[in-house]
């Protein structure tokens, strides 16, 4: 049973335009979300966060959205950019600091 | 401050043969984790270490293990390797598991079981 779910494996956007990548989860212990991006051949990197005691969070051009009720949490690029290609993936923690995560949205930012 | 490292960066492994990942984070991070991620897919969680001398499992331990004697290092132990490990191992850390959740990534392993 997955918990968390990144049910498009891939997206593709123009530059300039918005990219929204979602992400849904059924574990109601998960109280913290993350987002990493991952280029090719290199390791995951933090890109933002959202607790469950808010509803969003934005950092420059990132946002993370938190809906609980829905278990759903989306990640808001704008404008994306080329250098924003990547891999994305969704993370959920509970209290411990073990983070599950989902299985990745490849984005792919066109000139 | 070089984050966390991941030696060897490729190896090639026969069936039945062993080998160790090696981790390091000079982060003094007490948090530290091994993934695998299979093409396509998600990060499993292998280990877990809480903090020197103490380590646990994650969601897919078995054909592994791992110790933690001091609070830097993290080694992976891979013991009679087999074709369903071949992976890119992460190593991972973050400062307080309770209160800070963001992870920082090592580069990697890419192991291949023929």
């Known amino acids: 049973d997955q918990q968390v779910k990144q049910n498009s494996p891939s997206l593709s956007v123009q530059e300039g335009r918005i990219s929204i990548l979602n992400c849904d989860y059924t574990?109601?212990?998960?109280?913290?979300f993350l987002w990493y991006k991952k280029y090719p051949a290199e390791g995951p990197t933090f890109l933002i966060s959202?607790?469950?005691?808010?509803d969003k969070n934005e950092d420059g051009r990132f946002t993370v959205f938190l809906n609980k009720s829905a278990k759903h949490l989306s990640l808001h690029i704008v404008p994306s950019q080329p250098g924003d290609s990547a891999v994305y993936f969704c993370?959920?923690?509970?209290?411990?600091?073990?983070?599950?995560f989902g299985d990745g949205t490849t984005l792919t930012v066109k000139p | 401050n070089a984050g966390v490292t991941q030696t060897p960066k490729f190896r090639i492994l026969k069936i039945g043969q062993s080998m160790t990942l090696q981790c390091t984070q000079d982060?003094?991070?007490?948090?530290m984790y091994w993934y695998r991620q299979d093409p396509g897919m998600g990060l499993k969680l292998i280990y877990y270490?809480?903090?020197?001398?103490?380590?646990d499992k994650g969601e897919v331990p078995n054909g592994y293990n791992v110790s933690r004697s001091t609070t830097e290092d993290f080694p992976l132990r891979l013991e009679l390797a087999a074709p369903s490990q071949t992976s890119v191992y992460f190593c991972?850390?973050?400062?307080?598991?309770?209160?800070?959740?963001?992870?920082?990534f090592g580069p990697g392993t890419r192991l291949t079981v023929t």
């Open positions: 991972a850390s973050s400062s307080q598991g309770l209160s800070t959740y963001e992870q920082y």
């Open positions: 574990n109601s212990m998960f109280d913290y």
């Open positions: 959202i607790s469950s005691i808010k």
């Open positions: 993370a959920a923690s509970p209290n411990a600091g073990k983070s599950t």
């Open positions: 982060m003094n991070h007490n948090y």
């Open positions: 270490s809480v903090g020197a001398g103490i380590t």
